[in-house]
């Protein structure tokens, strides 16, 4: 009994809990199926972040990499070893590019915005 006891700093609420241990995330069955989608959101939500935040097109992988690696960081800490599972490295690789593109478009199309077009034409 002594080696299996393990301190928690905090004992999140299930659903947290769900996302943080990720070894419910097995794509046969559909409650790791909602548990992908709910990871897919959040990269789109994140990458409106990106948008609102960074608003910068150069920047927005850097900051998807930086949120991801914490997130890991997170996850690591909480469960006292790196997930094991595929399907968690291709999700996160999933996720990574999911946030970074559409928040590198976002980003682009709010930039462009910014460069006027000249309409007349110049005499040479």
Not at 7 to 34: F, N
Not at 86 to 100: A, D, F, Q
Request: aromatic share 8%.
């Amino acid at each position: 009994m002594a080696g299996s006891f393990r301190y928690k700093i905090w004992d999140p609420p299930l659903i947290i809990s769900q996302i943080i241990t990720m070894q419910e995330l097995q794509i046969k069955e559909v409650h790791g199926r909602a548990i992908m989608a709910a990871f897919i959101l959040n990269a789109l939500t994140g990458s409106l972040g990106l948008w609102k935040v960074v608003q910068r097109t150069k920047q927005c992988l850097d900051f998807t990499i930086t949120a991801h690696f914490l997130h890991l960081v997170g996850c690591w800490i909480y469960n006292g070893h790196l997930p094991s599972q595929p399907s968690v490295w291709l999700l996160n690789l999933v996720t990574i590019t999911l946030m970074c593109v559409l928040g590198e478009y976002l980003c682009m199309r709010t930039e462009m915005q910014h460069i006027p077009v000249m309409s007349s034409k110049v005499d040479l």
